[in-house]
């Protein structure tokens, strides 16, 4: 899920906030429009030699020993690393974010694909190529999967399809927050019987979360409700394919076992208030990780599902900065 972008601030806070910019210029490094290429795995792919946008953070004076990629979650876009990103540019010089858009999603570079995912395979795929280009900047860097919501579920099925398939783990670490790990007990499983009848039938009809939710209003933060994003963000999408849907639900239905393949440090974040998932299913979830793994729980009570954008973000990204910095050297 994204975040609410806030429209506070007037003239004076835009010209401060151009200043900040200027001194902090030669300590950051911070690339918005750039691009990276996919491998062609398809023809149509080869043919339109497509690439996807990606945003880093990263000091210009030092290079990296730790690098987080972020996937962003559903009708997210890269910048939601930015607070993260943000803080470790400020505090850990050492440590770098990368975040790129997610295929499918509102800033897919082919429009008539937003909203819409034919084969969720190309999910992990991209998620592999993007981290192969980051290891071939970065090479002596421990690299670290960050996945937000949707982006949880993402890392954590490309992680265990890399290991099924005997590959050695495809990152050092991995960080989930607010991962979707289960349907909500009040989620009528008629309503996803009938969502995946659909789908078979007309799988790129479309509909949009609040119509999923029965009309009710989706609380991301304290202060924003899903419905807002049309209005703060450019990137928001209204509308979902029926099949991208029933990927996300077939990948949530898959997320115990993925938790149980787990090898590398993993760090679980959920808020008391999510909507998405409780706190006893997340819990679970992280029940299924192997305590060899050296797992983390933070739980925060009063927080809601966007917990880098929400009241206690500063405590959240503070929390990952500290086991960001105690992490073991990476082993390539």
Known sequence: MKRISSRAGGSR?????????????PLLLTQCATNYA?????????VRNETFGYRKWMSAKAEPETV?????????????????GKRLLKDRPDMAVYAYEVR??????????????????LWFSD????SAMVRTKHPDARIVWFGESMGALIVSHAYEQAVAAGEKPPCDAIVLSSPVVKFREDFPKWKKDLVHGIAGV???????????????????THDTVHSQQAETNSWHIDRHTLRL????????????DCARTFSVPTLVLHGGKDFFSSESDVKAFYGNVPKEANRTYKH???SYHLLMYDDQKDKVIGDVEKWLARLPEAKH
């Open 104 to 121: 499918g999603q509102g800033k897919d570079p082919l429009k008539e694909r937003r909203g819409d995912i034919d084969d969720p395979e």
């Open 38 to 46: 996919l491998v062609a795995d398809r023809p149509e792919e080869a």
């Open 300 to 302: 925060y009570p009063e």
């Open 245 to 256: 849907l029933v990927a996300l639900s077939d990948l949530i239905d898959g997320m115990p």
């Open 202 to 220: 007309i799988p790129t009809a479309r509909v949009s979360l609040e119509t999923m939710a029965g009309g009710q209003q989706v609380q991301m």
């Open 68 to 84: 987080v990629i972020g996937v962003h979650g559903f009708c997210g876009a890269s910048i939601d690393y930015e607070n993260l």
């Open 13 to 25: 806070a835009r010209t401060a906030a151009r200043l900040g910019a200027l001194l902090l210029a």
């Open 127 to 130: 998620l592999a190529k993007f």
